[in-house]
């Protein structure tokens, strides 16, 4: 007889759907030529969320965050150089 297993299943974090959101603005084919992406917040996105987000971009090399007055982010980034 076979046994039935709990299949629970794991909902995305407020933070994952957030960070999966900004993926897509900087994987965009737009931003991906521009190598730039306007980032903003949602208004149902969690202030927390936003701020852990934004820092962890800022600590990647060759990337830059302006804020700007709207509250929205612009983020540019240059490819890595090869030595």
């Known amino acids: 007889m076979a046994t039935?297993?709990?299949?629970?299943?794991?909902?995305?974090?407020?933070?994952?759907?957030?960070?999966a959101r900004i993926q897509k603005v900087i994987n965009s084919t737009h931003a991906q030529k521009a190598k730039a992406a306007l980032l903003s917040k949602h208004p149902d996105d969690s202030d927390e969320d936003w701020l852990q987000l934004l820092g962890e971009i800022a600590e990647n090399d060759n990337v830059t965050l302006a804020h700007r007055d709207d509250g929205a982010v612009?983020?540019?980034?240059?490819?890595?150089?090869?030595?």
Do not use: G, H, R
């Open 4 to 19: 039935a297993k709990s299949t629970a299943v794991k909902l995305p974090s407020s933070y994952e759907l957030l960070a």
């Open 74 to 83: 612009q983020l540019f980034w240059q490819p890595p150089c090869d030595d």
